[in-house]
């Protein structure tokens, strides 16, 4: 199949590529100078070729916008550029799939949360996921192209960045805590498990949560991580954080506050059982797969 793919450098999008590469055609589009296209959709319309599927991995994510400007960029990079993106096809493909996030609900607890939740979401990052939805939908509809649109939690695989990447890198050196008992549930999915799943989506369309379906605690997942470097996990009761949770409420750029410290210590996990009955989603449990 011949597949474009956008966000190739990004984390999942490279785990997308390196694992459909060797059984399809994969034309990647991007900024630098790597992609087979070179383009930077948030600012262009790319000229496109014609291809079965495509799949809408790049956007912007990980960072938590400080001004004006950097909360504008995640409207540009991922509305945009969505945006740009579609203008761009002329040869329309068999089916368009949309990486998004569970972050659109704007819960930060809860448990089973399903597609039918609505859309709560009002941070930069996931209002623009939210337009960039609406637009792959309005265009899927009018072009009568299958729109796939794939929500995801916790993303597990090789040199992850964001809140994963720094525990990995405080377990290795010894230096992580879990900020109290560590109960909280949350769910999570293996990048592998995505990427490879995407060619038998090839026709399918609609939203759906992508999960590996067993939303470890964080306990349990921290211990599984340490157990592979051969550390063992402090833990620190929450009570003093929550004065020093206090401090960085005041201070920008305090490493903890309270926000960060209640997502922590709340369950938040979603339901993935439309994907199974729909997709035939069958992922594997992270731990117990997924290697640091």
């Not at 939740?117 to 009002?122: D, E, I, Q, R, V």
């Not at 993303?155 to 909280?184: C, H, M």
């Not at 409420?249 to 997502?263: A, H, M, S, V, W």
């Amino acid at each position: 199949m011949k597949i474009l793919l956008t966000g190739a450098s990004g984390f999942l999008g490279s785990i997308i590529r390196k694992s459909l590469e060797s059984d399809h055609e994969i034309i990647s589009l991007g900024k630098s100078s790597g992609n087979q296209i070179q383009c930077d959709i948030s600012n262009e319309i790319p000229t496109l070729p014609e291809v079965e599927m495509i799949i809408h991995a790049a956007g912007k994510a990980h960072v938590i916008p400080k001004t004006a400007e950097e909360k504008e960029e995640f409207f540009k990079v991922n509305e945009k550029g969505t945006a740009n993106l579609l203008k761009g096809i002329k040869s329309l493909p068999t089916s368009l799939i949309f990486v998004s996030t569970v972050a659109v609900y704007g819960l930060e607890e809860g448990t089973q949360i399903d597609e039918n939740a609505p859309l709560l979401g009002n941070t930069p990052y996931a209002l623009s996921k939210i337009k960039a939805e609406e637009l792959v939908k309005f265009w899927g509809e009018q072009h009568g192209v299958n729109v796939l649109i794939i929500r995801i939690p916790l993303i597990v695989g090789e040199n992850p960045p964001g809140n994963l990447g720094a525990i990995l890198k405080a377990i290795k050196s010894g230096y992580y805590f879990r900020l109290g008992d560590g109960e909280a549930k949350k769910s999570m999915v293996l990048a592998e498990d995505i990427a490879n799943a995407i060619p038998g989506w090839l026709g399918h369309f609609g939203t759906y949560n992508l999960t590996d379906g067993n939303d470890p605690s964080l306990a349990e997942f921290d211990s599984y991580l340490a157990a592979q470097t051969g550390k063992k996990v402090k833990s620190l009761p929450l009570g003093p954080f929550r004065l020093v949770a206090k401090i960085g409420d005041r201070i920008p750029g305090f490493p903890l506050n309270t926000y960060r410290l209640e997502k922590l210590s709340q369950s938040l996990t979603f339901s993935d059982r439309k994907a199974r009955q729909e997709l035939g989603w069958n992922p594997r449990p992270v731990i117990g797969n997924f290697k640091s």
